[in-house]
């Protein structure tokens, strides 16, 4: 069956510091993966999305970057956090062409102080 | 541009029916998705509507009309686990270089009241 994992669950880092989050596919080949955030009580932002290795696509301009080092692991990355991207991240993924059906991991909640 | 715009609270009793409505302006879109999420969970997939009309997944129905440029989530025999918040999201078409992704609304937070 398939799976996301994500980690950690939940992280406090200060402004400034780095950040890497990681989530990881099973039991599918070659997925869609995506990054989204989530401020509270409000709908989900999509950061980024990937097709394909190395393949990163980039929604909103920040401070964060992702990568795809391998076809089921995506990484979320920042070099200096800020007190604005605190809030809820999910990583998802979907099958090739069915992007409508998109299946989310855990999820990381971040406070950045 | 895109929107969707949803009922940011609907407040419902254990056995009832609630209908949350989606109504959107995008310039063309595959379909209609609808997703849930329980408090301090993760979104989980609900239904997909490709085609005007209504689809049926046991006590949830889900509503596209393309040409009302709206759609809705039926929710039927309301139980307590129900309580929720309830996303709609499209897939537009020709959306920058994020042609078939999905564009969130802000999402409805059922409450269901014993």
């Known amino acids: 069956s398939q799976t996301i994992h994500q980690w950690p669950a939940t992280l406090v880092q200060p402004v400034g510091s780095p950040l890497s989050l990681e989530c990881t596919v099973e039991g599918t080949s070659n997925p869609n993966l995506y990054w989204y955030r989530q401020a509270a009580g409000r709908g989900l932002q999509l950061l980024f999305y990937?097709?394909?290795?190395?393949?990163i696509s980039s929604e909103v301009p920040q401070n964060l970057s992702a990568s795809r080092p391998q076809d089921r692991q995506f990484i979320l990355s920042s070099k200096k956090l800020l007190l604005s991207d605190s809030g809820f991240y999910l990583c998802?993924?979907?099958?090739?062409?069915?992007?409508?059906?998109?299946?989310f991991g855990p999820g990381t909640r971040l406070t950045v102080t | 541009g895109q929107s969707l715009e949803q009922p940011s609270e609907v407040t419902a009793v254990e056995g009832a029916i609630v209908q949350i409505n989606c109504t959107y302006q995008t310039s063309g879109f595959y379909g209609l998705s609808w997703y849930q999420q329980h408090d301090g969970g993760a979104p989980t997939f609900l239904s997909y509507?490709?085609?005007?009309g209504l689809e049926e997944t046991g006590r949830f129905s889900s509503f596209l009309s393309r040409s009302d440029s709206y759609g809705y989530l039926l929710l039927q025999e309301l139980q307590m686990k129900d309580s929720a918040s309830y996303f709609c999201a499209v897939r537009p078409k020709n959306y920058g270089g994020s042609q078939g992704n999905l564009i969130f609304g802000k999402g409805t937070k059922l409450s269901v009241k014993p």
């Open positions: 509507n490709a085609l005007d």
């Open positions: 990937s097709v394909g290795i190395g393949q």
């Open positions: 998802a993924f979907s099958g090739t062409g069915s992007s409508y059906e998109q299946y």
